[in-house]
């Protein structure tokens, strides 16, 4: 759960699972920050499709590894949600122990992101967030059939 930066209420950003269907709990005044599909480009990478050398590359690979997609289409309770196409700035990241690039704890990469995304206020109750995603994608995994499903249950 992240702060937003303004406000200071919480904000909920789920990502896709690795499997169909998720729950998880948040807090009352709680906004939904709902990614329907990014994709991320880097100067770690190691070769195609991820790899860009530099700010520039990277915002190219990132746009290029998307183009295939169509908008994902996401509900919130029912109801189609309007998704924004987005990019982000440049980044730089220190990484972790045991990062997904097997890089050397500490080493700092640069990279920029490309997606669709929505924003949504939480409510108290039960809601239920569907992304389906379709068309060609650049690497394994990509879209699936089956639409993912997060079940959000906000406070009173």
């Given at each position: 759960m992240l702060a937003d930066p303004n406000s200071g209420h919480p904000v909920l950003a789920p990502f896709a699972p690795s499997t169909t269907t998720t729950e998880c709990t948040a807090p009352r005044g709680t906004a939904l920050f709902i990614t329907g599909w990014s994709s991320e480009c880097s100067d770690v990478e190691v070769g195609t499709p991820f790899f860009g050398e530099d700010e520039a590359g990277q915002r190219t690979c990132a746009r290029t590894a998307d183009a295939g997609l169509e908008?994902?289409?996401?509900?919130?309770?029912g109801r189609r949600v309007q998704m924004h196409e987005v990019e982000t700035g440049p980044?730089?990241?220190e990484l972790p122990a045991d990062n997904v690039?097997?890089?050397d704890p500490g080493t700092s990469i640069h990279?920029?992101?490309h997606g669709w995304v929505a924003l949504v206020q939480l409510t108290p109750g039960d809601?239920?967030?569907?992304?389906?995603?379709a068309g060609t994608y650049v690497a394994t995994p990509g879209p699936s059939d089956e639409p993912i499903t997060t079940i959000i249950k906000a406070s009173r």
């Amino acid at each position: 759960m992240l702060a937003d930066p303004n406000s200071g209420h919480p904000v909920l950003a789920p990502f896709a699972p690795s499997t169909t269907t998720t729950e998880c709990t948040a807090p009352r005044g709680t906004a939904l920050f709902i990614t329907g599909w990014s994709s991320e480009c880097s100067d770690v990478e190691v070769g195609t499709p991820f790899f860009g050398e530099d700010e520039a590359g990277q915002r190219t690979c990132a746009r290029t590894a998307d183009a295939g997609l169509e908008v994902p289409v996401v509900t919130f309770d029912g109801r189609r949600v309007q998704m924004h196409e987005v990019e982000t700035g440049p980044m730089e990241v220190e990484l972790p122990a045991d990062n997904v690039f097997g890089a050397d704890p500490g080493t700092s990469i640069h990279s920029v992101a490309h997606g669709w995304v929505a924003l949504v206020q939480l409510t108290p109750g039960d809601h239920v967030v569907q992304i389906q995603n379709a068309g060609t994608y650049v690497a394994t995994p990509g879209p699936s059939d089956e639409p993912i499903t997060t079940i959000i249950k906000a406070s009173r």
